[in-house]
């Protein structure tokens, strides 16, 4: 009996680790959020009025920060982007969309690592394994699955705080998306020598996450429209969005080979790579802002060599000196 116990619970725990972070993106945020926080809308603050080229430093800055220091600094980084969402267009909503995407993947970020981090290496982040509190233990044959046998609390904190890395650059990343025309991209690539094709996959990648989204929206909607839930209580029609979705995949694949396709042709008739490089009527200008933008770079920058200097900028997270 307790065998039985103990083998429905460590399947409860690993479906609630991994659905709850994908079920938070499908209820809380939704294919119509994640359209709007992936894709360009215009605006008249700070961050639209940035250059491109100090966007993406201060993208690249803020990943190696969070890469090369502690991880609150991670976390702090964290909440300070997240409040930065606030300046957009349509702050308020896209802050909440950028809050519960934040909130899935420390989530998903900690599940995916806690349960599979060897005791070899928790023991260099936390050295004193006799104070180990064991959570959970799971079947031996979980083992093939690549989980350890012992779930334990200082597992979640190692996965916690390795989830504080990634937050920052995918909300840093997402506020670059969100604030920066293609064309600006086409010219800032072009201003710093980067080859046109490379230029030319980016773009075409950044231009096609929100259209993902736009079509997964529209099959969804479609396969509701044709009667899928209906008469059904209304939380199991909402329950069945999961399985649209699902059905949703292979339509927008077909879509989206089908847009390459027209993308490919109109290139080719518009002469691309004719010519090593391209003109452009728009210069890329440096303002005033850019230099505030300059000024945030050097702190981040100083603040990871101090972080360093100062024994906060392990690569493995740790408690205690």
Do not use: C, H
């Not at 020598?193 to 909607?221: H, Q, W």
């Not at 010519?275 to 920058?301: A, C, M, N, Q, W």
């Amino acid at each position: 009996m307790n065998n039985l116990v103990e083998q429905i619970v460590s399947w409860v725990i690993v479906l609630y680790g991994s659905a709850v972070p994908a079920l938070f993106v499908i209820f809380l945020i939704g294919i119509t959020g994640l359209r709007e926080i992936t894709r360009y809308e215009t605006g008249n603050t700070f961050l639209y009025k940035l250059n491109p080229v100090i966007k993406l430093v201060l993208t690249i800055v803020v990943m190696t920060v969070a890469a090369t220091t502690i991880w609150w600094i991670g976390a702090i980084l964290t909440l300070i982007l997240l409040l930065s969402y606030l300046t957009l267009n349509e702050g308020v909503r896209k802050f909440g969309y950028a809050f519960f995407l934040t909130l899935s993947t420390i989530l998903g970020g900690t599940w995916s690592i806690a349960p599979y981090t060897p005791l070899s290496i928790l023991q260099l982040a936390f050295p004193n394994v006799k104070q180990f509190t064991v959570i959970w233990k799971f079947p031996s044959y979980f083992q093939v699955m690549g989980y350890e046998q012992q779930l334990t609390l200082e597992a979640l904190i190692y996965g916690l705080q390795t989830a504080f890395r990634v937050a920052p650059v995918l909300l840093s990343a997402l506020l670059f998306i969100t604030t920066t025309t293609g064309s600006d991209i086409f010219r800032m690539f072009t201003k710093i020598k980067i080859p046109i094709a490379i230029t030319f996959s980016v773009l075409v990648g950044i231009r096609m996450i929100p259209r993902i989204f736009e079509l997964l929206d529209t099959s969804v909607k479609m396969q509701y429209i044709r009667g899928l839930g209906y008469g059904k209580p209304k939380i199991i029609s909402s329950l069945l969005i999961v399985y649209a979705i699902f059905e949703a995949i292979i339509p927008t694949m077909v879509y989206l080979f089908r847009g390459a396709k027209n993308l490919a042709i109109s290139a080719d008739t518009r002469g691309f790579r004719a010519y090593p490089s391209r003109t452009s009527l728009v210069e890329l200008k440096f303002t005033k802002l850019d230099y505030y933008g300059l000024v945030i770079i050097v702190v981040l920058i100083v603040l990871a060599i101090v972080a360093n200097l100062l024994g906060f900028g392990r690569t493995i997270p740790y408690v205690g000196a």
